[in-house]
């Protein structure tokens, strides 16, 4: 411990010394601070410390990563400022305070997926694999046939079989992973609406609840996009008028919006509702007039969003600048995943393919999804010997590439923010270089690194320099973000923040 002591000195000193920490304590690699004035803290005197592998500012907290041997690290410098440390909570809870409307808005959104992330993860990497096993035609397979006929695209190529077309023993797994993969995603609106009522203080049950009623079988499933805007939709009839019986299975906003409505119905009820029949009243008056909401505003409201969004690609993509569509509509594909609404791509992409024999909004898909999981390369690239956030990462990126993003934006990019703009940021000149290049696929595919398979192999040469795009644009980014302290500093330092005792 006694090597640390300099160093530790140095960096109390750095930091604008003890009257400048409002809150320390540590993780598995680093010294996490909250500062009364961060702009006091000298990044580059830090940094010069042998001991000192970089710095970065996020959610609130001036961070100082260390190494493994953080803790030794942490002892001396509480040793020699005689400072005592705080939970990891309470440093969180601090650095709130530093935070503007929307840093808080992304700090809750994270800490609602905490507790989700290691389901999503290994469903991430369950879907990634499945589509490697059913949707990657490989040549050497040979031709697909059905009923002893040779199948072709609608243009006319070759259709390859996938590996469950030729194994049975694939088949069957790809087959019983759908068991979890669709327990996870599918239903993800059951884990939000529960980890909603978890973060605030309610009745847990409730949310579960209310998530299941949401992804009911009763319901039409929200991939059936076309049957659904076909208006082929079952409804309940109330005489006066009637509620379309759609599910929201894998949607984010719908989940999250009904979920705090349920929170805050049942907070209010409690203040009104006498103790003795509390029990009784609060769940029934929270509860029912909470999914009647979810399915008569909030989930008509999005599909609305959906149908105009839907509309708005069609023509971007048929003008005459869809280059400039292609910029804009790369850029915001991973918000559109976030939000559930990126269901209605699949219409587009289907009618693209129906109309043309070909589509060129596809590829932009899979080109988002590999910026996305170059985001989280970055991030894995600049925090090596953080093996804490590394069980986290490497999966997630591993998923991305193979098509699945949420693991990705839900464990990593959403919660530092900078990771999810370099993505969206590397997306948008990919997508915009695809489109002008006029690659196009045959049909929906992998989305991610295999999905080059899918492509039109005249367009080959195109996709291969839109996906080196959207894989060097974020890491490069990234890098770029958090050494100059682009999108990962929160300040507001007029807010107070309860000192430490010595």
Same mark, same amino acid.
């Given at each position: ?309 839907? +509309? ?7 003008? @005459? &600048? #869809?280059?400039?569509? *292609?910029?804009?509509? $790369?850029? /915001? ?98 997508? +915009? ?7 196009? @696929? &045959? #049909?929906?595919?992998? *989305?991610?690194?295999? $999905?080059? /398979? ?49």
């Amino acid at each position: 411990m006694a090597d640390f002591k300099e160093d530790a000195q140095e960096l109390l000193d750095a930091i604008g010394g003890k009257e400048n920490v409002n809150a320390v304590t540590h993780c598995a690699t680093r010294m996490r601070f909250v500062l009364a004035d961060p702009s006091v803290a000298d990044k580059e005197r830090i940094e010069d410390i042998p001991s000192v592998k970089g710095t970065f500012t996020q959610a609130g907290q001036f961070q100082v990563i260390v190494g493994n041997r953080v803790a030794d690290f942490y002892n001396e410098f509480s040793a020699i400022s005689g400072l005592e440390g705080v939970s990891k909570d309470d440093v969180k809870s601090a650095g709130k305070q530093h935070m503007n409307g929307l840093q808080r808005v992304m700090a809750a959104l994270a800490e609602i997926f905490t507790p989700l992330i290691p389901a999503i993860i290994i469903g991430g990497l369950i879907l990634g694999f499945r589509n490697v096993l059913e949707q990657v035609q490989i040549q050497a397979l040979g031709q697909a046939m059905i009923d002893g006929q040779a199948q072709f695209t609608t243009a006319g190529e070759p259709v390859y079989n996938t590996i469950v077309n030729v194994s049975q023993f694939w088949s069957g797994v790809n087959a019983f992973l759908w068991l979890p993969g669709e327990a996870i995603f599918h239903f993800l609106p059951v884990g939000i609406a529960w980890s909603v009522t978890r973060k605030m203080g309610t009745t847990q049950i409730l949310g579960i609840v209310l998530g299941i009623t949401l992804v009911s079988p009763q319901l039409m499933n929200a991939y059936g996009v076309q049957d659904i805007l076909a208006g082929d939709v079952n409804q309940w009839d109330f005489g006066f008028f009637q509620l379309d019986m759609i599910g929201y299975q894998a949607q984010v906003i719908p989940a999250m919006l009904a979920g705090f409505l349920l929170v805050y119905l049942e907070k209010g009820l409690r203040k009104i509702v006498p103790e003795s029949i509390s029990m009784i009243f609060v769940p029934l008056l929270a509860l029912v007039p909470t999914i009647f909401v979810a399915h008569a505003i909030i989930g008509p409201i999005g599909w609305q969003l959906g149908i105009w969004l839907s +509309m708005v690609v069609q023509w971007g993509l048929t003008g @005459s &600048f #869809n280059w400039v569509f *292609g910029f804009i509509f $790369g850029g /915001l594909y991973a918000p559109l995943v976030v939000t559930g609404l990126h269901h209605m791509t699949n219409a587009v992409d289907l009618q693209l393919v129906a109309d043309f024999d070909q589509t060129i909004l596809w590829p932009m898909i899979a080109l988002s999804n590999i910026a996305q999981g170059s985001a989280v390369l970055g991030i894995i690239l600049l925090h090596r010997g953080n093996e804490k956030e590394q069980q986290i990462s490497i999966p997630a990126m591993i998923s991305a590439y193979l098509g699945v993003t949420e693991p990705a934006l839900f464990g990593i990019n959403i919660k530092y923010v900078y990771p999810l703009v370099a993505g969206m940021i590397g997306s948008a000149f990919a997508g +915009m270089t695809s489109v002008a290049l006029n690659v196009a @696929s &045959f #049909n929906i595919g992998v *989305g991610g690194l295999p $999905g080059i /398979l899918s492509i039109i192999p005249e367009y080959w040469i195109g996709f291969l320099i839109s996906m080196t795009i959207a894989i060097v644009v974020p890491v490069v980014l990234v890098f770029v973000f958090e050494k100059k302290g682009i999108m990962t500093k929160w300040e507001n330092d007029n807010l107070p923040i309860p000192k430490l005792g010595n």
